[in-house]
């Protein structure tokens, strides 16, 4: 198995644009997680789906957040628009009911100019 | 309070020491405890997992769980400089049949540097 996979690795844009970050889950897994990481906050979980379906969004900063899985196999995650302060290593993991098998992608580092 | 405290260090230790890792917890609803190891510029990848208090032995690396205390810990012996990473301490609660929920609350995570 791949693994987690997350695109793009980098990301680099200007203030104000729509950034899409996305995410492929391990398959099998019914649970896929986007988390933040930074150096003052830690690593930090914005939203989660299970089966495809949002369960638990109260880490989402602000509605210009926005994520989005239309089938097992895939997921976004949206900015727009993007401000410096969403700088930040973005995460995303999956999962199976056992917990055992919780496994985090690479990440995508975006900077916001 | 954060619901996880968790030294940052840095920790700077030479080979062959033994490492000590911790963290402490308010929510007593955390059942199921977990450490990983992420090195620069990856994700973090899972080292142990625990649902109990006491001891967990897995190669050179022992997890402890004291939940009277609300505190965990993660033993490295031997250490080696391939153990160079940040340590992250990770809780959930867990659901009933032994299922989770969903979100797994982090620590700050621990930079430790193992020096030939």
């Known amino acids: 198995d791949a693994g987690v996979i997350q695109s793009p690795r980098h990301e680099v844009t200007e203030m104000g644009q729509e950034v899409t970050l996305r995410c492929k889950p391990i398959?099998?897994?019914?649970?896929l997680f986007w988390y933040r990481q930074t150096m003052m906050r830690g690593l930090e979980l914005l939203i989660y789906?299970?089966?495809?379906?949002?369960?638990?969004d109260s880490g989402m900063p602000e509605d210009r957040f926005s994520a989005k899985m239309p089938n097992a196999s895939f997921s976004t995650l949206k900015i727009q628009p993007s401000e410096p302060r969403d700088s930040a290593v973005y995460f995303c993991?999956?999962?199976?009911?056992?917990?055992?098998?919780?496994?985090f992608g690479s990440g995508t580092r975006l900077t916001v100019v | 309070q954060k619901e996880v405290e968790q030294d940052p260090g840095p920790l700077s230790v030479p080979e062959g020491a033994i490492v000590s890792l911790n963290c402490t917890y308010s929510?007593?609803?955390?059942?199921?405890f977990m450490w990983y190891r992420q090195y620069s510029r990856k994700g973090p990848e899972l080292l142990m997992y625990?649902?109990?208090?006491g001891n967990k032995e897995d190669g050179r690396f022992t997890a402890q769980v004291d939940k009277s205390s609300k505190y965990i810990s993660l033993f490295i012996r031997d250490s080696q400089p391939s153990d160079s990473a940040t340590y992250l301490c990770?809780?959930?609660?867990?659901?009933?049949?032994?299922?989770?929920?969903?979100?797994?609350?982090f620590g700050q995570g621990t930079i430790l540097t193992v020096h030939p």
């Open positions: 993991a999956s999962s199976s009911r056992d917990r055992k098998s919780y496994t």
């Open positions: 398959s099998g897994h019914d649970y």
């Open positions: 789906f299970n089966n495809n379906v949002p369960i638990d």
């Open positions: 929510n007593s609803a955390f059942q199921y």
């Open positions: 625990t649902y109990s208090s």
């Open positions: 990770a809780m959930s609660v867990v659901g009933a049949g032994g299922t989770s929920y969903g979100k797994l609350t």
